[in-house]
């Protein structure tokens, strides 16, 4: 169909200009497919201000977005674009040693140690679709290191620290006591860095079934690494998990939660699912003030429309909305899914799931949000 032509052509040219250092995500390639609708397509005119008003946030970016006009619409021969990909520090989390920063631009001979993922790193590219049990065992502890990676927020309570600049007045004067109230130790205190609240909601209808064991592996990881993660999957109807998922075996946690969910590898209703998470838990509060991360393929067997002014309401109030999709690991993916396109204009961050190396990039993602809706 023309349509779904015009789609895929917005899509790789928002890819295009992304590859060249343009800030063009999921929800400006949706909003420019919105504003094609309403000019004259026939128009060369028309079609350049709809994509550059919706694809081009900053002034220095006009002429690099006219060259790959220029080239991708009307075929005008250019040098190639340049890449704006700048290298940057990953820090991942040691068990024994805490965070430690990789330099991307190291000799992997240097240091006490090959940095990476080691005994993993073979795993790192294989789809889980393909993993044997086996493998899928081995990810656990690899797992557990990315889940580790939370996103974080200032605390509202002063703690004491040896940078703070407010006085710990309590412990300044139980110090002095010991100097006949001469207040020699001076104590101080700031807000500290803690995790945000994390919220996942994991589809594990028919169409996920390759996927789902992988990433609940994930799930299982995350709630493991304390308070202030929630879980829930669904298929048909939304189901909490969160209790059964924070059993330390993954084998045991999984057989409860099996048990649990009656509808595991059954039809697919991602609207009516946030729907009864908005109007169960959002208005408990649950999703104020938190970091929401959906996985699903999209695939919305009953009411698309649904799948939209539902996750509306989910980003409005949530810190930061991030949708995983395990099928977006496919370079010939379009997301052109009837669920999936309603759901992208309240999308921060648009994420492939279908390896580590995808949950990896999401736990960059997670551990790098620094402003609401700014994943």
């Known amino acids: 169909m023309a349509g779904d032509a015009l789609v895929r052509h917005v899509v790789a040219f928002g890819r295009v200009l992304r590859a060249a250092g343009l800030d063009v995500g999921p929800g400006r390639v949706a909003e420019a497919l919105a504003g094609l609708d309403n000019v004259e397509i026939g128009s060369r005119e028309d079609v350049y201000w709809a994509l550059r008003l919706t694809l081009v946030s900053k002034a220095e970016d006009i002429e690099l977005f006219d060259r790959a006009f220029e080239a991708w619409f009307l075929r005008v021969r250019h040098g190639k674009l340049p890449q704006r990909e700048v290298p940057v520090a990953r820090v991942l989390p040691d068990e024994k040693q805490g965070a430690r920063e990789i330099d991307p631009d190291a000799d992997p001979g240097e240091g006490d140690e090959t940095p990476g993922w080691t005994s993993g790193e073979s795993l790192r590219e294989k789809d889980f679709a393909s993993m044997t049990p086996g493998e899928l065992a081995e990810l656990r502890n690899l797992m557990r290191k990315l889940a580790a990676r939370r996103p974080l927020r200032r605390s509202r309570r002063l703690r004491p620290h040896s940078r703070g600049a407010v006085l710990d007045m309590r412990r300044l004067v139980r110090a002095s006591l010991a100097t006949g109230g001469d207040p020699l130790d001076r104590t101080f205190r700031k807000r500290t860095l803690v995790p945000r609240r994390l919220v996942v909601i994991c589809d594990v209808s028919g169409s996920m079934e390759a996927y789902a064991r992988a990433l609940l592996l994930f799930v299982h990881a995350a709630v493991g690494t304390g308070k202030g993660v929630e879980a829930f999957v669904f298929g048909t109807r939304l189901t909490r998990l969160t209790q059964e998922l ?32 908005n109007d169960g838990w959002g208005r408990r509060a649950l999703t104020r003030g938190a970091v929401v991360v959906v996985v699903s393929d999209g695939w919305e067997r009953d009411n698309a429309a649904l799948v939209g002014s539902e996750m509306a309401r989910l980003q409005r109030q949530a810190y930061a909305t991030v949708w995983v999709n395990p099928l ?17 204009p309240y999308i921060d961050r648009f994420l492939p799931g279908h390896n580590l190396a995808a949950l990896e990039e999401l736990a960059d993602v997670l551990s790098g949000i620094e402003r609401r809706h700014a994943a």
């Open 246 to 277: 924070r059993t330390r075996d993954p084998e045991e946690a999984f057989e409860s939660a099996s048990a649990r969910v009656v509808d595991w590898s059954g039809g697919t209703r991602i609207g009516a699912s946030l729907k009864a998470y």
């Open 328 to 344: 977006k690991g496919s370079p010939e993916y379009q997301p052109l899914a009837g669920g999936m396109r309603a759901a992208l």
